[in-house]
Every structure is written in C-alpha cells, then in structure tokens.
C-alpha cells in the first residue's frame, strides 16, 4: 500500500529529526514518493555539486545516461540556472529538453533549497501529457522542503 504524501512528509521529518544518514532519507523519499502518483514514470534526485553540475542520485525507473547535466542544459539544469521549479507539460515543446526516454511526454522539477542555496532537485518524468497539476505540484514541493531540511541540517556547523 503506497504511503500518502501526508504519510511520507512525516516518515521523512521523523528521520530527518533523528539524523538518519541524507543517503537514506533521499532513497526514502524517492522510493515512496514514486508510489504516490501512477503518472509518475521515473522519479529521481539530481544534486548540485560546487562546479555547478548536477549529478544523478537515487532514482526509481529506467536507467538513464543523464547521469552528470550542467546547470542551463536540460529541464534539469535550466531549473537551477533559473532558481526556479519547472512543469513542462509537453516535453516537445522545451527547447532545451535532454531525453532520457522517447516515451516521456511531460516532467516535473522541483528545487531542493532554502533560501539562496540549491542543494539539489526532484526530477519527474511521465508518458502521459500534462501529467503533474497543481496539487501534485504542491505534493512534491512540500516533499522537497522537508529533504531540504534535511541538506540544511547536513551543512549546519557541528555544535561546539
Ligand atoms: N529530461 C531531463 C534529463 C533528466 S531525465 O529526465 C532523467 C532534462 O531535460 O534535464
């Protein structure tokens, strides 16, 4: 039975409260996150590393040879150049689009950070059009802010 996103939001502040490794946490919410929405065909972590390139994280779907994309290449990485989510209802109609399947038809990315700092980014690809509307946007919104919780605590100064 798939956890709601209601359900998944708290598992994920549980361990993000106890200090659970980020590692677990991202395949975590990947993993179940996935299993939120029948639409959603591939469902992954891109994190922004300091040369500015986004590198692949746990992911649920097909393999993809998108593994490294540098920030204004893709959906993925005009997301960050522009330090903006991104619903792009018909793939066809993106420029800029870096397919990982021929069967994808609309993506959602949706921005890891608080504040000014980008940690990374959920990415969300389905064959069906149009597939994310805005309530499904708000869910994986409120699922990026608790995992930037959990960047922002990894990046917290130890205690003295
Ligand atoms: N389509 C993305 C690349 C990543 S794959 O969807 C997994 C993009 O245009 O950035």
Known sequence: ?????DELVERLGCLVAGHAPLSTILEIAVRELHQTNPRFDWTGIYELFPDNVLRLGPFVGAPT???FIGVGDGVCGTAVAQRRNINVPDVRDFDNYLACSADTRSELV???STGETIFAQIDIDSHCIAAFDEQTVRDVERVAAVLADAYAYREAPAPP
Do not use: G, K, N, R
């Open 110 to 112: 949706v921005l890891i």
């Open 1 to 5: 039975m798939p956890m709601s996103i």
């Open 65 to 67: 040879d998108h593994t």
